[in-house]
Structures are given as C-alpha cells and as structure tokens.
C-alpha cells in the first residue's frame, strides 16, 4: 500500500505554493465582487474586478429557471469564482457565466433555439 503521510516540511511547502498560486490568482483573474438579484428584470448582476457587470437572465441558468423570486438572493463565494444561491444550494462558477455555460448541452441547445442570437451589425 502507498504510504500517505507527509513530513511538516513537505506539507508546508505545498501550503505556500498554494497560498502563492492563489496570490497570483487573485491579482489577474476577473473575480466577483458583489452579485445581486433583481427581481423585476429577473437578472442576476455580477460585478466583477475587471470594472464590468454581468447581466444574466436567471431563467437562462438551467437549475434555476422558474424558481420563486424569494429564493433568489445571491451572494459571491469567498474567493470571487463563483456565485452561490444559498436557499436552493445552487453554486454556479464564474467562468461558466462569463462563457455563457448556463446548463447542459441538451438545455443550452435548446436555450439557442427558443432565444437566438439578434442580428449584428455590419462591420465597416
């Protein structure tokens, strides 16, 4: 059998090499900075450490199309890469919001059906 202990040494080395990683992490990716729900729009605003803001249609989010507007508050997870919906103990990462990855390929080719891309403007 594989031996699974760690000298204090080793274990420190990999805690600092993390604790940097996530420094750097932290100084060039877009994070979350605050999120919020509105309910008349049925949007979900992310504002994010880039200077932009997310706007996502909540009914667009697979796992959380028709859900009651009581149970839609939202909140930025600790690190900033995601956003969590507490009352229905949904978490959705950040990078699948800003990719437009809002649920399964079955329910996003759907989702491209019914709600098509509007007509861009010519380049000139």
Do not use: C
Request: without cysteine.
């Amino acid at each position: 059998m594989a031996d699974w202990t760690w000298a204090d040494d080793e274990i420190a080395a990999q805690y600092e090499a993390a604790r940097h990683a996530t420094e750097e992490a932290l100084k060039t990716e877009v994070r979350a900075l605050a999120a919020r729900y509105d309910k008349s729009a049925r949007r979900v605003f992310v504002e994010l450490s880039s200077g932009a803001t997310l706007l996502v249609p909540i009914d667009r989010i697979q796992a959380l199309a028709g859900a009651a507007d009581e149970d839609l508050n939202v909140e930025v997870n600790p690190l900033g890469d995601g956003i969590v919906w507490p009352r229905l103990d949904w978490h959705h990462s950040l990078e699948a919001l800003l990719t437009g990855h809002f649920g399964s390929p079955a329910w996003m080719e759907r989702q491209r059906t019914e709600h098509p891309d509007p007509p861009r403007a010519a380049e000139g």
